[in-house]
């Protein structure tokens, strides 16, 4: 079965740091680009970070740049985003997906070809 399960969420008081997993089974990664997105409660979901498949491009929406690292080891067929410096705005669900690319260099937060369930990140004192 293939799919992508997210972990490492949880409750942080703000200014503290997380890191989410996103581990793949039933598939390689090494020729998918990652997305990580998020959705707050009322919002829509939105792209978060994006790594290519080597890990020679990550972009970042603006939001979360100088505090979100995202990371990927292709051995462990698993992607990383740590967090840092958290802010109660950085709250919600947070979702991984992966993109069937051709090339390296690229990413991107659309046409995604799988999705992992979530996981919950609160930020809060």
């Known amino acids: 079965q293939l799919q992508l399960v997210e972990s490492g969420g949880g409750l942080v008081q703000p200014g503290g740091s997380l890191r989410l997993s996103c581990a793949a089974s039933?598939?390689?990664?090494?020729?998918?680009?990652i997305a990580w997105f998020r959705q707050a409660p009322g919002k829509e979901r939105e792209g978060v970070s994006c790594?290519?498949?080597?890990?020679?491009?990550?972009q970042y929406v603006d939001s979360v740049k100088g505090r979100f690292t995202i990371s990927r080891d292709n051995t462990k067929n698993t992607v990383y985003l740590q967090m840092n410096s958290l802010k109660p705005e950085d709250t919600a669900i947070y979702s991984c997906?992966?993109?069937?690319?051709?090339?390296?260099?690229?990413?991107?937060?659309?046409?995604?070809?799988?999705w992992g369930k979530g996981t919950l990140v609160t930020v809060s004192s």
């Open positions: 790594i290519s498949s080597s890990g020679g491009s990550k």
């Open positions: 997906a992966a993109l069937h690319v051709s090339a390296d260099f690229v990413c991107y937060y659309y046409g995604m070809d799988y």
């Open positions: 039933g598939f390689t990664l090494d020729r998918y680009a």
